[in-house]
């Protein structure tokens, strides 16, 4: 089964409009569409449309880094599916281990948005990982098959099929610690697991799974020479034009 690799940049709080813009005119000027990799890029809500607009007719795809799951209505503060569809998104991130530790994010949470943005056409990549104190305890994959099994709980097999996985370790985001190959590669291989058990083989040997934590140019290609790892969930290194391309490039 050859699975397509996803390269995604997730911004974080970071970059100005002109700032993004330089940005993605940088990673347009280096690829030139033969890469036989999807590549997306997470700004800030705020740059959502005019980076939409740099966008239009290039290859790379936009993100967003969070969604609500109503519809509309009285929700200070919040996006919906059908709001970040309409600037142009054509994937969403979801639990990411920033917002599960800074606002209360939980697997229930999760499973609303994810339902959400499956219903409204957005892809989810929905991330999971565990902290330090959980990894040395042993207890990894009791903490990332709890996040997949409720964060997945009711999605149907049709849904399931456009999901993207992202297996961060959270001792892994900005640290610079990157979790080894195999360490990547054990995890992944159980996600892929838990996947054909909830669903079916089929389903799991489609399914796409990036790494995140720390990745950079120089450790991208002994990850993605592991067999379940799909493709990278990037932060620091996909805020220089340089430095992203270099991993999409692995
Ligand atoms: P870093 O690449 O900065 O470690 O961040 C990873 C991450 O959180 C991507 O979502």
């Not at 330089?22 to 990673?27: D, H, Q, R, S």
């Not at 089929?202 to 399914?207: R, S």
Request: net charge negative; hydrophobic share 45%.
């Amino acid at each position: 089964m050859t699975r397509r690799p996803i390269m995604a940049g997730n911004w974080k709080m970071n970059m100005l409009v002109a700032e993004a813009e330089a940005l993605v005119n940088g990673l347009k000027a280096g690829l030139d569409g033969t890469e036989e990799v999807d590549v997306v890029v997470a700004p800030t809500y705020a740059s959502l449309y005019p980076i939409a607009k740099v966008l239009s007719g290039s290859s790379i795809d936009l993100a967003a880094q969070n969604l609500h799951w109503e519809a509309s209505g009285a929700y200070t503060g919040e996006l919906s599916a059908a709001m970040l569809l309409d600037v142009g998104c054509k994937y969403v991130i979801i639990g990411h281990s920033e917002r599960r530790q800074f606002f209360g994010e939980t697997d229930e949470t999760v499973n609303k948005r994810l339902k959400a943005a499956l219903a409204a056409g957005l892809i989810p990549i929905v991330c999971v990982g565990e902290v330090l104190e959980e990894r040395k305890s042993g207890r990894t994959w009791d903490v990332v098959g709890g996040q997949i099994r409720e964060g997945l709980d009711g999605v149907s097999r049709s849904d399931a099929e456009k999901l993207v996985i992202a297996y961060e370790p959270v001792w892994a985001i900005g640290t610079g610690e990157v979790a080894t190959p195999d360490q990547a590669q054990e995890i992944h291989a159980q996600i892929r697991g838990l996947v054909a058990e909830l669903y079916d083989q089929g389903i799991a040997d489609g399914l796409r799974i990036q790494y995140g934590g720390s990745v950079k140019p120089d450790n991208v290609r002994g990850l993605m020479d592991k067999p379940d790892v799909d493709g990278a969930l990037v932060g620091g290194a996909s805020l220089k034009a340089e430095s992203f391309l270099g991993i999409v490039k692995f």
